[in-house]
């Protein structure tokens, strides 16, 4: 067997980071329905793993080190996100919306929590089956897993994976349909004017748009992008480390919380400080690319490590509880997502929005959103609400809410 250390172990995951990518490009499905990279190159591994264990010869053993850090820097990223100016310029719709999809993070585990329970599980594994895999997807999941499984939940981390997974799948196949269903149902193409020729903002280009970069220069003698790239980590590490001693606090009063909430929080404190005096000057893009590549690896890492054939016996009421929940996801795109945002075609196309990151990711959200516009015309309300919702703000309120959910049924 070998045994990798913990540097041999993040080069190992770099590799399977890549065989993931290459899949990817080889096979246009996987691109189709959003699955990423990493999340392919890590089952790849598992399942090569999990054959080789049903053999009784295991191939490898990682030191898995590293793999806390890297999950707490992209949450740390995530928060330095979190600026409020974001939401002042969203308005009232942001707002309508970030509130139906906080209720509905509580309406997942409530619903997951009790399904659990008339199969005879613990409440938490409907819980994981929630809003932990599904609003917060497989880097949440992963996240959460260490602190179900110590509460009394068998294989979480497989569990989080194969519920993100399904997640991931149904987003991107229910999202287009329902848009279209709503769309076509009450006409709300022909009331559409000419379109304009727009481009409709994804994510990041509408946090670039609204935290635009720092005017401070580099020191002398140094490379711009090098001396943000720079700042950035610093700052990410010292989030990392403010926000130690602030998940430390919590414990001591008894709270259970992931390791990523106390940097997570100093780090929004950081942006938003900032945002009002301007003396550190945050470079949010740069801040970004960093986070993407801790999460590559986080996810990687994390995945090839996995024990599938841990969770063989849950199958079937994990699969049903999923099933439940899609349908309910459906539901609430048409009734209140619909009503809620206007009845109009912006309504319409935030409602695919809705089931691609309320099951999957705001990557699904994106893809849904894109292939009504294809089809009708623009909807540029739609691209400026749902993706501030989707990749920012819903990742604070599911934290507190899975939070609150494993202290009451650990």
């Known amino acids: 067997m070998l045994k990798l250390d913990l540097i041999h172990t993040l080069a190992f995951a770099g590799l399977v980071l890549m065989v993931g990518y290459g899949v990817r490009a080889a096979l246009p499905v996987l691109a ?21 264990h049903s053999r009784g010869t295991p191939l490898w053993e990682f030191d898995t080190t590293l793999q806390a850090p890297l999950m707490i820097a992209f949450f740390t990223t995530i928060g330095f996100a979190a600026s409020l100016r974001l939401l002042r310029v969203g308005g009232p719709q942001v707002l309508v919306f970030f509130a139906i999809a906080t209720v509905f993070a509580v309406v997942q585990n409530v619903v997951g929590a009790g399904m659990a329970t008339l199969f005879g ?32 939940v068998e294989g979480a981390t497989t569990v989080a994976v194969a519920s993100a997974m399904v997640g991931i799948v149904f987003g991107g196949v229910i999202g287009g349909p329902i848009g ?3 769309v076509e149902r009450y006409r709300l193409h022909d009331r559409l004017r000419t379109p304009v020729e727009m481009e409709t903002p994804v994510a990041t280009e509408l946090v670039e748009a609204q935290l635009p970069e720092p005017s401070t220069a580099a020191p002398e003698g140094e490379d711009e992008s090098s001396w943000h790239l720079l700042k950035a980590v610093v700052l990410i590490l010292v ?23 106390g940097a997570m929080l100093v780090a929004a404190l950081i942006r938003n400080v900032d945002d009002a005096v301007g003396w550190i ?5 740069t801040i970004d690319d960093v986070g993407n590549v801790a999460l590559a690896l986080f996810i990687a890492m994390a995945l090839m490590t996995l024990k ?12 049903a509880i999923l099933a439940v929940q899609v349908i309910l996801v459906a539901i609430v795109c048409a009734w209140p997502v619909f009503p809620a945002m ?29 292939s009504l516009v294809e089809r009708y015309g623009p909807a540029p309300r739609a691209f400026l609400v749902v993706p501030m919702v989707g990749a920012f703000f819903i990742d604070f309120t599911n934290a507190v809410i899975i939070t609150v959910f494993v202290n009451l049924l650990a």
């Open 32 to 52: 189709r329905y959003n699955i990423p990279g990493p999340v392919i190159g890590g089952l790849i591994a598992s399942v090569v793993g999990l054959v080789a």
């Open 121 to 152: 599980l613990h409440p938490l594994f409907g819980v994981l089956t929630g809003s932990v895999t599904l609003t917060g997807g497989p880097a949440t999941g992963l996240a959460f897993a260490p602190v179900f499984e110590r509460a009394g």
């Open 180 to 182: 279209t269903r709503l």
């Open 239 to 261: 989030a990392m480390w403010a926000g130690s001693w602030v998940s430390a606090a919590f414990t001591s009063l008894g709270v259970t919380l992931p390791a990523y909430i």
């Open 281 to 285: 000057g945050v470079s949010q893009r």
């Open 308 to 319: 599938l054939w841990e969770i063989s016996n849950l199958a079937l009421p994990m699969l």
């Open 342 to 370: 206007g009845r109009d075609y912006d309504a319409a196309v935030m409602g695919s929005g809705f089931a691609g990151f309320m099951l999957g990711t705001t990557a699904n959200a994106m893809a849904n959103m894109r």
